[in-house]
């Protein structure tokens, strides 16, 4: 069955920079957009942002533009979250999603198939 496993997840202070890991299994991952989420306590999920098949289009939420960076790398079937000058409000569990509709990039949570589990990013003030 289809898998997506975060990881790369933890405690960074105010102004660091994670890296998060998305690997997938159980489907043919170039045949997939992929985009990332994320969901504070007693918030709706919002979009971080999604990237193309092919890791030439991305797009990327307001609140992390210019901050978070995707890529993907097909041979390893991972995409990829860089999240620098992290701040308190990016704290939330971060969850990766599938669309299998490779050549759209979309902000819209419900167009995917497929969900993790998710990672607990902790960003201290």
């Known amino acids: 069955q289809v898998q997506l496993v975060e990881s790369g997840g933890g405690l960074v202070q105010a102004g660091g920079s994670l890296r998060l890991s998305c690997t997938a299994s159980g489907l043919t991952f170039s045949s997939y957009a992929m985009g990332w989420f994320r969901q504070a306590p007693g918030k709706e999920r919002e979009f971080v942002g999604a990237v193309h098949w092919s890791d030439e289009f991305t797009v990327y939420g307001d609140s992390v533009k210019g901050r978070f960076t995707i890529s993907r790398d097909n041979a390893k079937n991972t995409v990829y979250l860089q999240m620098n000058s992290l701040k308190s409000e990016d704290t939330a569990v971060y969850y990766c999603?599938?669309?299998?509709?490779?050549?759209?990039?979309?902000?819209?949570?419900?167009?995917?198939?497929?969900w993790g589990q998710g990672t607990q990013v902790t960003v201290s003030s």
């Open positions: 999603a599938a669309d299998f509709r490779p050549a759209i990039v979309t902000r819209s949570r419900v167009r995917y198939d497929y």
